[in-house]
């Protein structure tokens, strides 16, 4: 089993093409294993982990309610953002500078075969990253992503995850609001749930400016550990 992930982080870089990008690295390790299981073949298959921050963009989900899109297209462009229908799970969410968003593109054979289990290590990688702000979250029953005050009437959602998996190769992933204008947010219904807030890591710290790359360092420790990873950049 190969437990190292190739690490690259694009920057500031537009939806569409880091999509693309990413089917194009999905696609090879998917080819891969079907070779494999054809050929009787035993090659190694690669794991990625792409960092990336996108100009402002909304994304609905194969799942997702259109209606949970509270602009036209005329307003769309008015506010200098696009629109796409994507093939991960969940609903609406919102990307734009200032978040954090990883996708993972890893074979699930080579750490474990559980989407449920999977899922569950990106919320806590993400938990642990907060706790290291001392900010209290956890999940949400019934709901995916990371929350501070679940459960209560101030909930609200920090981290959105939503994410593809076939033969157990996936995709898209998590977006972590760390410095974002939550302004966006109020243009849609996010991920499909009315009456709770989104927050944003700099607004929980009462600052102006949290430093990314801090973070983005503290997420890979823990994914590091509850993966029993190593990362390579590329």
Known sequence: MNKIIQLQDLGLKDYKATWEYQEELFKGVVDLKIKNRREETHLVTPNYFLFVEH???YTLGKSGDLENLLLSEKQLEAKGATFYKIN?????????????V????????????????????????IIL??????????????ETGVWLGAG????????????????WVTM??????????L???DNIIPCGIRGKAVTSLNVELGVEKVDEAEVKAKILKHFTKLFGAEFVTF
Request: hydrophobic content about 35%.
């Open 102 to 125: 990883g996708y993972p593109i890893l074979d699930l054979e080579n750490f474990f075969t559980d989407i449920h289990k999977y899922l569950r290590f990106l919320e806590e990688s």
């Open 129 to 142: 990253t907060l706790q290291e702000y001392g900010l209290e979250c956890s999940r949400s029953e019934g």
């Open 152 to 167: 209560t009437p101030f909930a609200r959602k920090i981290c959105a995850l939503g994410v593809r998996a076939s033969r």
């Open 55 to 57: 100009p402002h963009v």
């Open 172 to 181: 898209h992933g998590f977006a972590l609001n760390v410095n974002v204008d």
């Open 183 to 185: 302004g966006y947010f």
């Open 88 to 100: 991960r799970g969940g609903d609406i969410t919102y990307h734009g500078p200032g978040q954090i």
